[in-house]
């Protein structure tokens, strides 16, 4: 008999590759990831793994294994939602996932208010870009920026809102520099390798430098106040923010549609509907700001 406390260290090791990347998936220490798997390899009287230098290689027995671990896993998960779609109380964990950019630059506000309505409930805010898997629990609702609807899952229930749009800012005293004349190099701020855009040569105002890369996107935002060059951002952030202005001469087309996005039995639960109704009345209030109209473009 499978312990499943065992088979979920086991599949976070098949996973990761190394018993390094399951301790960090899974929250724990390197000795205690070593002691389950020794536990199921014990139990089952078989190797699950082949320690090789570049990792943990499953053996023939772990791949049995395998199909039926993730079967387990599958139908533990179901349990879980199913019994969490029932529970109807105003209390207890509300996991919540969304891009930092999101939660510090828009909603923070509005989940402080929520936090306040509902003392009750535990929040936790997971603020990243990569996306949750619902169905396993990672979180019960995902704020998403989605590009095409076409890309949303199918098995995940979702609440439209407003279209968000970017735009290309640099810093008021840059923007005046170059009015001025100032030959100074105006650098294309990265957040990512793909070099600079080609639109972002040809504007009115382009790019003369090589990029100034961050993969942060606070780090981003203050390099662009600090008049190293422009950069691309959410306009409810680079409409907010006083020290920034619009690149004139430079539009950019819809960025993408928020979503708000819930698993079919988990949006059930009434923590989770109240939240997402409340966010969902808060998102749609900001549709002017997320377009980039809440103001007029220097």
């Known amino acids: 008999m499978f312990d499943w406390d065992d088979v979920r260290y086991f599949l976070a090791v098949a996973r990761g590759g190394s018993v390094r990347a399951a301790a960090k998936r899974l929250d724990v220490n390197h000795a205690t990831v070593l002691r389950r798997i020794a536990q199921l390899e014990k139990r089952l009287g078989a190797h699950m793994f082949e320690k090789l230098p570049s990792g943990y290689r499953l053996t023939a ?88 609807r076409k890309t949303l899952p199918l098995n995940l229930h979702g609440l439209k809102g407003p279209e968000l749009f970017s735009g290309v800012y640099m810093s008021r005293d840059r923007l005046a520099a170059w009015r001025a004349g100032t030959p100074d190099p105006i650098r294309w701020i990265a957040i990512d390798n793909r070099g600079i855009p080609d639109w972002a040569r040809e504007g009115e105002v382009h790019t003369t430098g090589v990029p100034f890369r961050t993969p942060d996107a606070e780090t981003q935002i203050i390099a ?35 979503w708000l996005l819930t698993q079919g039995e988990t949006r059930k639960t009434k923590r989770v509907r109240l939240f997402t109704e409340f966010v969902s009345r808060s998102v749609a209030a900001y549709a002017p700001l997320l377009a980039g109209r809440s103001i007029s473009r220097d």
């Open 61 to 148: 027995a772990g791949e049995e294994v395998l199909d039926l671990a993730i079967q387990m896993e599958a139908s533990s998960h179901l349990l879980e939602t199913r019994v969490f779609g029932r529970d109807q109380s105003a209390r207890g964990l509300l996991r919540v996932t969304l891009p930092p950019f999101l939660a510090t630059h828009l909603l923070m506000p509005d989940l402080a208010d929520f936090a306040r309505m509902h003392p009750d409930i535990e929040m936790e805010i997971l603020t990243t870009g990569e996306v949750a898997n619902l169905t396993n629990r990672e979180a019960d609702v995902a704020i998403r920026i989605v590009a095409d």
């Open 224 to 258: 662009v106040r600090q008049g190293i060059g422009m950069t691309k951002l959410p306009c409810f952030v680079g409409d907010a923010d006083p020290l920034l202005v619009r690149v004139p001469g430079i539009d950019l087309p819809m960025h993408g549609t928020l």
